[in-house]
């Protein structure tokens, strides 16, 4: 492990996203319709997984997202790599969720029994290194592709607008939050309402589903700390948590350019159009640079 990861603190790993004009809102393409109350959660859980002392967080939530659709057990770790390809540094803390969304839509993810590697056997660096896997992998990896994610929005604040993506579309989401060292002693998982959260420690977790608890609805948070903590690793969270949420995207079955033609404003084809070119003319300096 590199000395600018060990400066951080590890069992998290989320890079707060910016804001991104070019984001798919998921109102503007689907509306918003009436929520229910009823106890429920998107799919069956296949594992809970355990990033242990890592900082991949995202991806580990990425890849309890994919399972869902994908009916699955599927490698975070290879999704890692594959964020790190997108992001070109694999030394670098953590990651940005939409690169890692964009590797599980780019590349797909791979089943644990394909997956050469996991989490114990190497080193983390090793680990997220892409250029270590083989590039058959690519191809076996292409089954399980994404084609698009949007922001979750559209209700009256963010507890509900997850509520309701997860209700019309069936699909889970992919949340971060500062996570307070106290939740993990939560008893049964249930967390007290919280005025402001400390701000320590950015994590990313998959939001599945809702339940009421005592008349209280809260969402069903899965994390990647192992079933030795919370719910046998499930978290309920309330509302005035939720809301200090940092983000949601939920990965649908739609083709990502079709969504562009239906619901981008002039103004985002201008920015798409803008940050492309920026980023061409900075790999085009970076290979020059590389070159003398």
Known sequence: MNQEVKNYSLQSGLRIPKKDV????????????PLHDKDFTVSPVLEVKDQRETDFCVNFAVASIREDTEKV???????????????????SFGADPKDALKAAIN????EVGVCPFKVGDKDRDFLVNWTNYPTHLDEVA??????????????????????????????????????????????????????KL?????????????KNINGTLYLVIQNSYGEGVGDKGFFYFPRSVV?????????LDLDAQ???KE???????????????SERLTANSRQSNSNT
């Open 22 to 33: 070019r984001d798919f809102s998921y109102k503007k393409k689907f509306g918003a319709a």
């Open 73 to 91: 057990v599927l490698a975070p770790e290879y999704g890692a790599a594959k964020t790190k390809q997108i992001e070109g540094n694999y030394l």
């Open 107 to 110: 590349y797909g993810s791979l």
């Open 142 to 195: 292409r089954v399980h592709r994404g084609k698009s994610f949007f922001k979750v929005d559209g209700w009256g604040d963010f507890f509900d607008s997850c509520r309701g993506v997860m209700q019309m579309q069936v699909a889970s989401i992919l949340t971060g939050m500062y996570w307070q060292t106290e939740w993990d002693f939560a008893p049964s998982g249930v967390i007290a309402d919280k005025a």
């Open 198 to 210: 400390d701000e320590i420690n950015p994590h990313a977790v998959k939001i599945c589903g809702q």
């Open 243 to 251: 809301n200090q949420f940092f983000f949601g995207y939920a990965i």
């Open 258 to 260: 079709e969504v562009k």
């Open 263 to 277: 619901t981008w404003t002039l103004l985002q084809k201008i920015a798409d159009f803008l940050i492309k070119l």
